[in-house]
């Protein structure tokens, strides 16, 4: 089984960084979509970011131009550079992988990082 690991969460004061991690060491990851999402308590998860296997970017108008996702294939590894972070940015945040096996895709899911935005 695939297993995402992210990393990188924590607490923040309004207006600094974090940078999210998610990697596996039992799959190889870079033919696949990839992407991040957020969860808020009593919440729906939504995608935040996504960047496809050709490194084509999405994002969510709220984070635009102050979060940017970007993947080093070297590493595996996926990544979430957050800035100038609000306290709406708020959430636990999930890694997802859309892989290729043949003609379908298997969707993967990391655990989750908990990301606190404090005014």
């Known amino acids: 089984a695939v297993q995402l690991v992210e990393s990188g969460g924590g607490s923040v004061q309004a207006g600094g960084s974090l940078k999210l991690s998610c990697t596996t060491d039992?799959?190889?990851?870079?033919?696949?979509?990839m992407g991040w999402h957020r969860q808020v308590p009593g919440g729906v998860r939504r995608l935040v970011s996504k960047i496809t296997s050709t490194g084509i970017t999405t994002y969510i108008d709220p984070v635009k131009g102050r979060f940017t996702i970007f993947r080093d294939k070297s590493k595996n590894t996926l990544y979430l550079q957050m800035d100038s972070l609000k306290t709406e940015d708020t959430a636990v945040y999930y890694c997802a992988a859309e892989c290729p096996m043949g003609p379908m895709f298997n969707n993967y899911w990391g655990q989750g990082t908990q990301v606190t935005v404090s005014s």
């Open positions: 039992t799959y190889t990851l870079n033919s696949c979509n």
